[in-house]
């Protein structure tokens, strides 16, 4: 069995401040990777995913993620962060099976 | 803009009612799925169509039924739900050829249960 594992539940952070997310994940097969947003009373919106090739893959809104098999993580990165950032981020994985295995989320705050 | 709608946004039922979620994409994609997301949690896999065949069910109470009559359409039929299936339901769709693809979400439905 697959499984993500988001640590930090809350990550407050000043605006313009740099911000990682991170996701750790475990899986016995080949995994595909991504990361989504959720704004208040939305779905969810991908921000990016790594589905094979270059380990670092840059998303929509500045953010990026490199993938580490070695360390089984994917954390989430951006340089500067703004308040329009703040929001509930997941991570996710598939195996090939089409079906997403989320982590718990990060709430991340930021503050003027 | 969101490429997968949901209707309704919101919905209140009672236990003994019957009533359908819809959701509908235009993208041309052949895999859909159904998820329940709890307040505060992540969403879980309910359902999984895949050429208008249901392909996954998440070992889901058979009082959701799930209907694929097209390419662009999913229904959720619901009867006889309890106070705990209040939760929001998503859906979203992906390409199914290519190997795996991103899902694209709706912004869900929020159903409360009286």
């Known amino acids: 069995a697959q499984s993500v594992t988001q640590l930090d539940s809350q990550v407050p952070v000043f605006e313009e401040a740099p911000v990682e997310l991170r996701c750790n994940y475990s899986s016995s097969v080949s995994v595909y990777l991504f990361w989504y947003v959720q704004y208040p009373n939305q779905g969810l919106q991908l921000l990016l995913k790594y589905l094979s090739g270059s380990t670092l893959v840059k998303g929509i809104n500045g953010f990026e993620a490199e993938f580490n098999k070695s360390q089984t993580s994917f954390h989430l990165r951006k340089p500067s962060v703004h308040i329009s950032d703040t929001a509930e981020y997941f991570c996710a994985l598939d195996t090939g099976r089409r079906a997403l295995t989320f982590g718990s989320g990060t709430r991340l705050q930021v503050q003027p | 803009d969101t490429e997968v709608t949901q209707t309704p946004k919101h919905l209140v039922m009672g236990m003994t009612n019957k009533k359908s979620l819809k959701c509908e994409q235009h993208?041309?994609?052949?895999?859909m799925y159904w998820y329940k997301q709890k307040a505060k949690k992540p969403p879980e896999l309910m359902f999984v169509y895949s050429y208008e065949k249901l392909s996954i069910n998440e070992s889901v109470p058979s009082r959701f039924s799930p209907e694929c009559p097209n390419s662009s359409l999913l229904n959720l039929h619901l009867h006889a739900l309890q106070p705990e299936d209040s939760a929001l339901y998503l859906c979203?769709?992906?390409?199914?050829?290519?190997?795996?693809?991103?899902?694209?979400f709706g912004d869900g439905t929020r159903l409360s249960i009286l």
């Open positions: 979203a769709s992906s390409q199914e050829s290519g190997g795996v693809q991103p899902q694209h």
């Open positions: 993208m041309g994609h052949r895999a």
